[in-house]
Every structure is written in C-alpha cells, then in structure tokens.
Nanobody, 122 residues
C-alpha cells in the first residue's frame, strides 16, 4: 500500500535549520510529483513547496522563499525539505504528499504521511 513517512522534525531555535525527509513506497515515486504541506491548529493545510517528478522544476511559496528548498532522490524514493533561517511562524506539522504536476501547478494527491512536528522557539 502507499506509504509516506516523514521524519526530521524537532525543536529548532530561530535562525536555525532542519532537514525533513519523506520516505515513499507503494507507488511509482519517480512518476509522481511531490510536495510538502504544513498545518497548524485552526488553520487550513498550507502548501509549502512542490517538485516535479523528475526534479527538473520546483517552487516554494513566498513565505519561505530563500529559506526552504525542496529536493528529491528518485533512486532512494525520498523527498526532502531543507529549512533554514527558521522563524517561530514556521512552527507546524509538516506533511508530504504525492500528486501531479502540470504547467508548473501542483495537484494534491490522495495520500498523506502522518507528519513530522517542527517547533521553532528559543
């Protein structure tokens, strides 16, 4: 069955860095676009970054531009989110998603991981 397992979250100080990982199995990883979302209590799940299936194109949302980078390793069925210059407002549960990529738009897929919690605090 489809599995997405996130890891790498934890406590970071403002200005610090974390690298999140998403291990994928049970579907064609190299044929799927991947993304990272984040969710905080009382707010809608927010798309943070997405990457095309072959890694040739990607984007991050404006609130994390210049600080977060999405990448993938199709040989290992892994997706990553490198987060730097972290801010308290980046505190959230981060989830990966497998979806589709068309004309530089990401379309959310049906499968989600359990998420990994990131807390940015001094």
């Amino acid at each position: 069955q489809v599995q997405l397992v996130e890891s790498g979250g934890g406590l970071a100080q403002p200005g610090g860095s974390l690298r999140l990982s998403c291990a994928a199995s049970g579907f064609s990883f190299s044929g799927s676009a991947m993304s990272w979302y984040r969710q905080t209590p009382g707010k809608e799940r927010e798309l943070v970054a997405a990457i095309a299936s072959d890694g040739s194109d990607s984007f991050v949302v404006d609130s994390v531009k210049g600080r977060f980078t999405i990448s993938r390793d199709n040989a290992k069925n892994m997706a990553y989110l490198q987060m730097s210059s972290l801010k308290p407002e980046d505190t959230a549960v981060y989830l990966c998603n497998a979806g589709e990529w068309h004309n530089r738009n990401y379309y959310t897929g049906d499968y989600w991981g359990q998420g990994t919690r990131v807390t940015v605090s001094s």
